[in-house]
């Protein structure tokens, strides 16, 4: 049974950082590309970030890219987001999932765990 828990988010003011976290449990996590997804009242769910099962490769949406830092580390089954420079409108509840093969996508219907999320609030 694959278990995702997120953890980090919170209100913070503009221009702020946060770092989210993603725990994972079950099969070996080092086998499998993760990502991190986000998803905005009355949006869509979108594409932030990905990497492969090794950390080598790692994927931004454009919007993003320079501000947002994906990161794993394999030892301890944990996947990071590091946010900085956070705008209003990067406001939403924030996904970590899992894929079962090593390679990471920016779709989430390629991804087979998710889990619960976590909400950011970017607010002065």
């Known amino acids: 049974q694959v278990q995702l828990v997120e953890s980090g988010g919170g209100l913070v003011q503009p221009g702020g950082s946060l770092r989210l976290s993603c725990a994972a449990s079950?099969?070996?996590?080092?086998?499998?590309?993760m990502g991190w997804f986000r998803q905005a009242p009355g949006k869509e769910r979108e594409f932030v970030a990905a990497?492969?099962?090794?950390?080598?490769?790692?994927y931004y949406a454009d919007s993003l890219k320079g501000r947002f830092t994906i990161s794993r580390d394999n030892a301890k089954n944990t996947l990071y987001l590091q946010m900085n420079s956070l705008k209003a409108e990067d406001t939403a509840v924030y996904y970590c999932?899992?894929?079962?093969?090593?390679?990471?996508?920016?779709?989430?219907?390629?991804?087979?765990?998710w889990g619960q999320g976590t909400q950011v609030i970017v607010s002065s």
């Open positions: 999932a899992r894929r079962r093969l090593s390679q990471a996508t920016v779709v989430p219907a390629h991804y087979d765990y």
């Open positions: 079950g099969r070996t996590f080092s086998n499998y590309a």
């Open positions: 990497i492969n099962w090794s950390g080598v490769n790692t």
